[in-house]
């Protein structure tokens, strides 16, 4: 599965992004996804997931209520609407994959270890 990432961007204290991440050589719909971020000199961490089944997902505490992971077969691209931005969300945004199993039908995985691909990253600025 080969992932691009893109959208990231400069964007004042309040505003919007939509990052997107395409991806080739699976189908999403059985495809675990999601995304992390790497802020300058801090733990990469978990920012949002989505079951390859596209039922369930799970987010972090810090992004919850101003972010969404939704995707789009069709196209088979992942996106991370992302709203409210403040200075503490500036970072490398990774959209990440994993091959879907039947177990995982139904399973949002918050741990970066969970995934087999990752993304090369896009970064986003979010100004004060």
């Known amino acids: 599965v080969q992932l691009q990432a893109s959208g990231g961007g400069l964007v004042q204290t309040g505003g919007s992004l939509r990052l997107s991440c395409a991806a080739s050589?699976?189908?999403?719909?059985?495809?675990?996804m999601g995304w992390f971020r790497q802020a300058p000199g801090k733990e990469r961490e978990f920012v949002a997931a989505?079951?390859?089944?596209?039922?369930?997902?799970d987010y972090s505490d810090s992004v919850k209520g101003r972010f969404t992971i939704s995707r789009d077969n069709a196209k088979n691209t992942l996106y991370l609407q992302m709203n409210t931005l403040r200075p503490e969300d500036t970072a490398v945004y990774y959209c990440?994959?994993?091959?879907?199993?039947?177990?995982?039908?139904?399973?949002?995985?918050?741990?970066?270890?969970?995934?087999?691909?990752w993304g090369q990253g896009t970064l986003v600025t979010v100004s004060s």
């Open positions: 990440v994959a994993r091959r879907g199993t039947v177990d995982g039908r139904n399973t949002a995985y918050t741990q970066g270890d969970d995934y087999e691909y």
């Open positions: 050589g699976r189908a999403l719909s059985i495809t675990n």
């Open positions: 989505l079951s390859w089944s596209g039922r369930i997902t």
